[in-house]
């Protein structure tokens, strides 16, 4: 039925306080500890969010002299990214976030906060203003990269294609005569 989202309601709250107990009772600490060191329970699931935004951008001002912002962001998802594809457990984390709502809206926010950090990151490297449309474009483009690889025979290969699009533009990898 279009509009109605099963699962949620008074049942199902009662379900996720309990299962936050849980959580809390099975790391033996009080709930009110847990909360102290995840805002929601939403984050006990992308417990690495604050880690994932501090490595891009890490990746963006910590790169070694004469390597390019789009370079190092190349060489960061190759390095973590490639690796999180082939993860056997990606499957089962990624049908848990799409199958609850809650948490596919709590996994685009903080996606968007990456973007919004990582496009700043890029900006400040490049002298440009932290509301640059083009930093804030590479930015979201880079962060649809786990995206398109999931799935694809080879996750590496599909990570080289887009950034090599992303560095040579989209003329190039159509030759001169493409629009």
């Not at 109605?4 to 299962?19: D, E, K, N």
């Not at 789009?70 to 082939?86: I, N």
């Not at 290969?157 to 560095?167: G, Q, Y």
């Amino acid at each position: 039925m279009r509009g109605h989202r099963p699962g949620t309601g008074r049942g199902r709250q009662q379900q996720c306080a309990r299962s936050v107990r849980d959580v809390a009772e099975r790391a033996d600490v009080s709930t009110t500890t847990l909360f102290a060191h995840f805002p929601g329970k939403e984050a006990l699931v992308f417990d690495r969010d604050a880690d994932v935004e501090a490595e891009l951008v890490a990746a963006v001002r910590d790169r070694p002299e004469g390597l390019g912002v789009v370079e190092a962001l190349r060489a960061h998802a190759l390095a973590s990214w490639v690796l999180l594809a082939a993860d056997p457990r990606r499957d089962r984390f990624t049908a848990l976030v799409n199958g609850t709502p809650a948490l596919r809206e709590y996994g685009e926010r903080m996606w968007m906060r990456h973007a919004g950090a990582l496009s700043s990151a890029i900006a400040e490297e490049l002298g440009r203003d932290e509301d640059d449309l083009v930093c804030a474009a590479l930015a979201r483009f880079v962060l649809e990269v786990p995206a398109l690889a999931t799935g694809r025979h080879d996750p590496r290969a599909t990570v080289e294609t887009v950034f090599d699009l992303l560095i040579n533009g989209w003329r190039s990898q159509l030759g001169p005569d493409a629009g």
